[in-house]
C-alpha cells in the first residue's frame, strides 16, 4: 500500500505554545487529507477534511482558529494546534486518499500531543 | 445518529478459535464501502479489508472474512484461527456516497480483542 509518514510520532510542549504536525504522501498524490483525533480508549473522530489548494472543511464543534490546517502540496498537510491546552492533549492521526484512487485511506503513524 | 455502531467493547478469545467482531451501520446512500482497520497498541491504523456496496460476493483477505448482509446493514469481520499478534482494537468505519478521493471515512467505537494462550 501507499506510504503516508507522519511527524513528530510524538511531542510535548507547555500550555500557551503552539504545535505543528505534519503529514506527508511518499509515493502518491494525496488530493484529499483527513485528520483525526483519538483520546485515550475511544474511536477517531474526524476533525477536518483538506483538499489540496483550498480551506479545509471542519467538522461540526471543531475550531477552526484553534486546529489550522494547510494542505498547500499534493504531498503535504499539516496541522497547527494553536494555543495549545492540556485539554488538547490526544492522538492526532491523518489520512490521505489521492490519486490513482484506491478503495483504503492510507493513515500515518499518528502523534502522541502531550501538552503540560 | 450514530452511523457505526459496534456494540462489543471487549472481546476474550482461545488462541486458534475464530471469533467475529459485530459492525451495523446506517446509510441512505445507495453507494457506500465498509472497512475494518486493525490498531495495534502502537497506534498505528492497519486497513484489513474493504467491502463496496455493489460487491455481492463478501470480501476475505487471507485470515480475515467480511460476512456483508445488506439488508440487515451489518458486516461482520470473521478472523479464522486467532493468533497472539491479532490481540488489538478493530474498528468498522464507513465511506458514504460514490467512492472519490475526497470521501470521507467514519469510524465506529471499536472493540477491544484479546488473544488467550
Known amino acids: 500500500g501507499a506510504v503516508v509518514s507522519q511527524h513528530p510520532s510524538w511531542v510535548i510542549c507547555k500550555s500557551g505554545t503552539s504545535v505543528k504536525i505534519e503529514c506527508r504522501s511518499l509515493?502518491?498524490?494525496?488530493?484529499?487529507m483527513f485528520w483525526y483525533r483519538q483520546f485515550p480508549k475511544q474511536s477517531l473522530m474526524l476533525m477536518a477534511t483538506?483538499?489540496?489548494?483550498?480551506?479545509?472543511?471542519?467538522e461540526q464543534g471543531v475550531e477552526k482558529d484553534k486546529f489550522l490546517i494547510n494542505h498547500a502540496s499534493l504531498t503535504l498537510s499539516t496541522l497547527t494546534v494553536t494555543s495549545a491546552h492540556p485539554e488538547d492533549s490526544s492522538f492526532y492521526i491523518c489520512?490521505?486518499?489521492?490519486?490513482?484512487?484506491?478503495?483504503?485511506?492510507?493513515f500515518g503513524q499518528g502523534t502522541r500531543l502531550t501538552v503540560v | 445518529a450514530q452511523k457505526i455502531t459496534q456494540t462489543q467493547p471487549g472481546m476474550f478469545v482461545q488462541e486458534k478459535e475464530a471469533v467475529t467482531l459485530d459492525c451495523t451501520y446506517d446509510?441512505?446512500?445507495?453507494?457506500?464501502?465498509l472497512f475494518w482497520y486493525k490498531q495495534p497498541s502502537s497506534g498505528e491504523m492497519i486497513f484489513l479489508i474493504y467491502?463496496?456496496?455493489?460487491?455481492?460476493q463478501n470480501a476475505t483477505e487471507g485470515r480475515y472474512s467480511l460476512n456483508f448482509q445488506k439488508a440487515r446493514k451489518s458486516a461482520n469481520l470473521v478472523i479464522s484461527a486467532s493468533q497472539l499478534g491479532d490481540s488489538a482494537m478493530y474498528f468498522c468505519?464507513?465511506?458514504?456516497?460514490?467512492?472519490?478521493?475526497?470521501?470521507?471515512?467514519?469510524f465506529g467505537s471499536g472493540t477491544r480483542l484479546s488473544i488467550r494462550p
Open positions: 489520512s490521505a486518499r489521492g490519486q490513482p484512487i484506491s478503495t483504503e485511506a492510507f
Open positions: 509515493d502518491f498524490q494525496a488530493t484529499t
Open positions: 483538506s483538499n489540496e489548494g483550498s480551506k479545509a472543511t471542519y
Open positions: 446509510t441512505s446512500d445507495q453507494s457506500y464501502g
Open positions: 467491502q463496496g456496496s455493489y460487491d455481492e
Open positions: 468505519a464507513m465511506r458514504e456516497g460514490r467512492d472519490s478521493s475526497a470521501s470521507k471515512i467514519i
